[in-house]
């Protein structure tokens, strides 16, 4: 069975396949079976390097923004609760699937982002498969930007209301097209940081244009959350309040290290998505332990800005570095840089894409193509971390000007 179309997407050199990497510590593996030629201190274990294959490479394709996954203050957590609450919640949070720490992490998150609520879902691409068709029916329309998230685009598949997606980040077109829409409940719905390009949304537009036109703003903070305004966000960023008519999703998966997902809101809304959101309603709830986990990473992002200011920093080193060089960094505006390799060994774009990532992987380096379906411009997506060295940062630019792409 789809043994054709596996062929196909060989052909097109398109097939995806899974390299889980192997466990860091040492007692896990075998040092005399490692490829020893990495190009930093071998013996050094960073959260930057990671370990495929028996091979140990500097990884430029994580969304672990601030290293918060291994953080000593957030394992201490989990290791507190994990002998009370054990593995498995056991049932959905509407059963008895929740704990006092879910509700510990909900008020959290609420305050952190401004809202009278919030309510934890298990990952992002439930949370939008969810919550987009619990908040729209056949007599809403949404509009989405075209580089809006798979989970959105399939939250928005699951919606009963008329779709309509906008040219990227495009106002005019936005102003234009939600002007023909009367009469029905609308819904703008957008990334504030765009997760292949890193550009980031004009939320200031986007707010008059909601106001003016009485639409609801649904902002994906997938990458925004502990990276921008602080670590607050996207709207935070831009300066602009919370309000009753905006709905902000998160994750905990991303800069805050964990996993799972929040939408921080209106208390009204809340409970509507109590009744209505089928991920949240049909699946068994977060752990406790990931929970407890999420809540000690707010509260160092909260405290403490050092490691958003490493962030930042790593970012602008990586950043400066690649437009020296000269390269195509699509608009990028944050730690996602995007790179479009020059058609130097192929006319083929993805050709292009494959070859230059198998060659930064020659060198140590892990950062994957992106290709279509994902994208529809083939790019190296480099996403900078706050864990990254600056000599790191500076062998990757190495790396790229002995490749001569230029
Ligand atoms: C913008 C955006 N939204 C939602 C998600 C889904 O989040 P999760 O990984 O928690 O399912 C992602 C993850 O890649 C994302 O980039």
């Known amino acids: 069975m789809f043994k054709e179309e596996i062929e196909k997407l060989i052909q097109k050199k398109l097939l995806r396949v899974i390299k889980d990497r192997n466990a860091y510590r040492e007692h896990f593996y075998k040092e005399d079976a490692l490829d020893k030629s990495f190009p930093f201190d071998f013996k050094s274990k960073s959260l930057s390097h990671i370990l495929i294959e028996g091979q140990k490479f500097v990884n430029f394709s994580s969304n672990d923004y601030l290293g918060l996954s291994h953080n000593q203050r957030v394992i201490e957590a989990v290791k507190e609760v994990i002998e009370i609450f054990g593995i498995g919640a056991g049932a959905s949070r509407l059963l008895s699937g929740g704990t006092e720490l879910h509700q510990e992490l909900e008020k959290k998150v609420a305050k952190f982002k401004g809202t009278e609520a919030a309510l934890i879902f298990n990952s992002g691409y439930t949370l939008n498969t969810s919550v987009i068709p619990a908040i729209s029916d056949e007599k809403s329309v949404i509009f989405s930007d075209e580089l809006n998230h798979a989970s959105i685009i399939d939250g928005c598949r699951l919606s009963a209301a008329k779709k309509i997606i906008y040219r990227h980040t495009d106002m005019n077109h936005l102003s234009e097209l939600i002007k023909k829409e009367e009469g029905r409940?609308?819904?703008?719905?957008?990334?504030?940081?765009?997760?292949?390009?890193?550009?980031?949304?004009?939320?200031?537009?986007?707010?008059?244009?909601?106001?003016?036109?009485?639409?609801?703003?649904?902002?994906?903070?997938?990458?925004?959350?502990?990276?921008?305004?602080?670590?607050?966000?996207?709207?935070?960023?831009?300066?602009?309040?919370?309000?009753?008519?905006?709905?902000?999703?998160?994750?905990?998966?991303?800069?805050?290290?964990?996993?799972?997902?929040?939408?921080?809101?209106?208390?009204?809304?809340?409970?509507?998505?109590?009744?209505?959101?089928?991920?949240?309603?049909?699946?068994t709830a977060l752990p406790a332990t990931i929970v407890a986990a999420s809540i000690k990473a707010l509260e160092i992002v909260e405290s403490d800005f050092s490691l958003i200011d490493s962030l930042w920093e790593n970012r602008q080193r990586l950043f400066n570095g690649l437009k020296k060089l000269g390269f195509n960094t699509l608009k990028s505006q944050t730690p996602i840089i995007p790179l479009v390799p020059p058609h130097l060994y192929s006319e083929d774009a993805v050709e292009n894409v494959n070859i230059l990532s198998e060659m930064l992987r020659k060198k140590h380096i892990y950062a994957p193509g992106i290709r279509p379906p994902t994208v529809k411009i083939p790019r190296i997506r480099f996403s900078v971390t706050a864990a990254h060295t600056s000599e790191e940062i500076d062998y990757l630019l190495k790396s790229l000007t002995e490749l001569k792409l230029r």
């Not at 609801?216 to 959350?225: E, F, Q, R, S, V």
């Open 185 to 283: 409940r609308k819904i703008v719905i957008t990334d504030t940081v765009f997760s292949m390009d890193g550009d980031i949304a004009p939320l200031k537009d986007l707010y008059n244009i909601c106001l003016e036109n009485d639409a609801i703003l649904y902002l994906d903070d997938a990458h925004g959350t502990g990276v921008l305004g602080n670590g607050r966000g996207a709207l935070y960023h831009f300066g602009l309040n919370p309000t009753n008519w905006i709905i902000q999703m998160g994750t905990f998966s991303k800069a805050l290290g964990s996993f799972g997902a929040f939408i921080a809101a209106d208390k009204e809304i809340i409970k509507w998505l109590i009744n209505k959101s089928r991920g949240l309603i049909f699946s």
